[in-house]
């Protein structure tokens, strides 16, 4: 089975802080993702990477930039955490071929305070 | 631009029971369908996949159908039990790699 492991299931962070959340599939996936999670508003694209080195903006990119350095591992970078950053971040993986479902991570429950 | 609804957002249900969670798109031209569970603060579990060509798809108690045509798609749960309580997403693929997500219905059975 395809894992998407994400480093931490909690995190605290300070307003002002820099926050990585860091992500690896061990499945050889081209394209990845991170989006975030809140009540009321679903599931929200922040960015997405379909090889290496490369990142595509999703619908929500403010206050948020990624790497992507080696295929397996897309990395969530919070420049300046900010208390409206508090949410749930999920990361996923899909392979390149359109018919191939997604495959996601446990989530990082983030708590800027 | 695709929109995806799942209407209700809450069901209660009795233990045992069959129960219908439903999932509507604006746009047909989907490439698959994706349902998901997630329980409270975890992430997200594929359930089934259903390709575009195909009808439905079945693992164990479930059963996913697609209406391309009429933009629908159901998830059945067979004989319903407590540990089936969770939150089931469905998400439609664009073909361009990302897909959309409905808010998704709360599922409760009681016991």
């Known amino acids: 089975d395809v894992k998407v492991t994400q480093s931490s299931r909690y995190l605290v962070k300070r307003t002002g802080e820099k926050v990585f959340l860091e992500c690896v599939q061990d499945?050889?996936?081209?394209?990845m993702f991170w989006y975030r999670q809140d009540p009321g508003l679903g599931l929200r694209l922040i960015y997405f990477?379909?090889?290496?080195?490369?990142?595509e903006k999703g619908d929500i990119p403010e206050g948020y930039s990624v790497s992507r350095e080696k295929k397996e591992r897309f990395s969530l970078i919070l420049e300046s955490a900010s208390t409206n950053q508090t949410s749930m971040y999920l990361c996923?993986?899909?392979?390149?071929?359109?018919?191939?479902?997604?495959?996601f991570g446990s989530g990082t429950r983030l708590t800027v305070v | 631009k695709q929109e995806v609804t799942q209407i209700p957002a809450a069901l209660s249900v009795p233990e045992g029971e069959n129960l219908v969670l439903n999932c509507s798109f604006t746009?047909?031209?989907?490439?698959?369908l994706q349902w998901f569970r997630q329980d409270p603060g975890k992430g997200l579990t594929s359930l089934l996949l259903?390709?575009?060509?195909?009808r439905e798809q079945t693992s164990g108690r479930l059963n996913a159908s697609l209406d391309k045509s009429s933009g629908r798609s159901t998830l059945y749960i067979a004989a319903s039990q407590p540990g089936d309580s969770a939150t089931y997403l469905c998400?439609?693929?664009?073909?361009?790699?990302?897909?959309?997500f409905g808010k998704g219905t709360r599922l409760h059975i009681l016991p």
């Open positions: 990477s379909y090889d290496v080195k490369m990142k």
């Open positions: 746009d047909s031209a989907i490439y698959n």
């Open positions: 996923a993986s899909s392979p390149s071929v359109s018919n191939y479902g997604y495959t």
């Open positions: 259903i390709q575009s060509s195909q």
């Open positions: 499945m050889d996936h081209e394209n």
């Open positions: 998400a439609v693929s664009l073909g361009d790699d990302k897909i959309i």
